[in-house]
């Protein structure tokens, strides 16, 4: 079970409204669920960057464009804790 929140916008308004995730395209009718089952990540609807065995880049067209075969999504988070990891490797081959 995953726990990714869906991004909700409401396209009708009465009757409790019909509901819409933005990532994963689902659609509830009634009031606005509550629940985090979203299959999709934050990562993967809107990505900070692209991991791909060269390294990272901004988007996955420069990925691509860098011959790279598999990349992933990589969200703020995840992009921070890859950061911080580097720059801990750095200090201890100081």
């Known amino acids: 079970m995953n ?3 869906h991004d909700w916008y ?3 308004g009465y009757d ?4 819409h ?3 994963c395209k689902r659609s ?3 009031p606005r669920p509550e629940d985090h089952d ?3 990540s934050d990562a993967e609807h809107n990505p900070a960057a692209w991991l791909g065995q060269a390294g990272l880049y901004r988007t996955r067209l420069e990925a691509m464009q860098n ?3 598999l990349v992933e999504p990589v969200s703020s988070d995840e992009l921070f804790e890859l950061a911080r990891s580097h720059v801990s490797e750095g200090y ?3």
């Not at 409790?16 to 509901?19: C, F, M, P, Y």
């Open 10 to 12: 409401t396209s009708e």
């Open 28 to 30: 509830h009718q009634g």
């Open 38 to 40: 979203c299959p999709v």
């Open 16 to 19: 409790g409204g019909l509901h």
């Open 3 to 5: 726990t990714h929140r």
């Open 92 to 94: 201890n081959h100081a």
């Open 67 to 69: 011959g790279e075969q």
């Open 21 to 23: 995730c933005r990532k």
